[in-house]
């Protein structure tokens, strides 16, 4: 049986009108309204949805935008960041090696110092002794007299002594020469006389 053209009109009228009805209720159900709600409620439904739908792709791009606004902003600050970082991180190498550089002059400094102090102590202790040497012969306190002066006469009895021993020997030495010049002359003189008495 062959359908007529309004039979088959009528039945696309009546399946368009079925999908119509499914689709307004699909609708219906996903906006959360009555399913046998007007079609001016679902159109109003509908269009507040888009109109919520474009507002929040409004603000989802404004998001966005600021988002990356925010991100530019961050990532400038980081690069700052990391510039200030190398040039503090420059800063205290360069601090690091001058503390190093100065521990070493203070430690050569340190080391000239004690050198210098210590030859300063010797060079002192040297004038102390010497500076005590000298108070103690200017130093005439009567004991140091007293021993000096014994001193002075032990030497002159002992040199007054030694020139009386010198006289003596010397005293001595003369007589024993005159003596000896004596027995020389009479053994001169005897010796003469017995060549004297055979030229007779």
Same mark, same amino acid.
């Given at each position: 049986?062959?359908?007529?053209d309004?039979e088959?009109? *009528?039945?696309?009228?009546k399946e368009?009108?079925?999908?119509k009805q499914?689709l307004?209720r699909t609708?219906?159900n996903?906006?959360?309204l ?5 079609? %001016?409620?679902l /159109?109003? +439904?509908l ?6 739908? =474009?507002?929040?792709?409004f ?5 966005q935008?600021?988002a990356?606004n925010a ?7 980081? +690069?700052?960041?990391r510039?200030?970082?190398?040039? =503090? ?6 601090a690091?090696?001058? %503390?190093e550089k ?5 430690t050569?400094s340190?080391?000239s110092?004690e050198i210098?102090?210590?030859?300063l /102590?010797e ?7 010497a500076l005590?040497?000298?108070?103690a012969t200017?130093?005439?306190t009567?004991e140091n ?8 006469k032990k %030497? ?5 002594d030694a020139r009386?021993k010198a006289?003596?020997a010397?005293?001595a030495?003369? /007589?024993?020469?005159?003596?000896l010049e004596?027995? *020389?002359?009479e *053994?001169?003189?005897?010796?003469e /006389?017995?060549?004297?008495d055979?030229?007779a």
């Amino acid at each position: 049986m062959v359908e007529t053209d309004a039979e088959l009109q *009528l039945r696309v009228w009546k399946e368009l009108a079925i999908s119509k009805q499914m689709l307004m209720r699909t609708a219906a159900n996903a906006l959360k309204l009555d399913p046998d709600c007007t079609e %001016q409620d679902l /159109k109003e +439904a509908l269009e507040a949805t888009i109109k919520r739908s =474009v507002e929040a792709d409004f603000n989802a791009s404004k998001a966005q935008e600021e988002a990356r606004n925010a991100i530019a902003a961050m990532e400038k600050k980081l +690069a700052e960041s990391r510039k200030s970082l190398d040039d =503090v991180e420059a800063r205290l190498a360069e601090a690091l090696a001058n %503390q190093e550089k100065i521990e070493h002059q203070l430690t050569n400094s340190r080391s000239s110092h004690e050198i210098q102090v210590r030859k300063l /102590k010797e060079s002192l202790a040297e004038k102390e002794r010497a500076l005590k040497a000298v108070s103690a012969t200017l130093s005439d306190t009567p004991e140091n007299v007293l021993k000096k002066l014994k001193t002075l006469k032990k %030497q002159k009895m002992d040199e007054s002594d030694a020139r009386k021993k010198a006289e003596e020997a010397l005293a001595a030495v003369r /007589k024993e020469k005159q003596s000896l010049e004596q027995s *020389l002359r009479e *053994l001169q003189a005897a010796q003469e /006389k017995p060549e004297e008495d055979k030229a007779a």
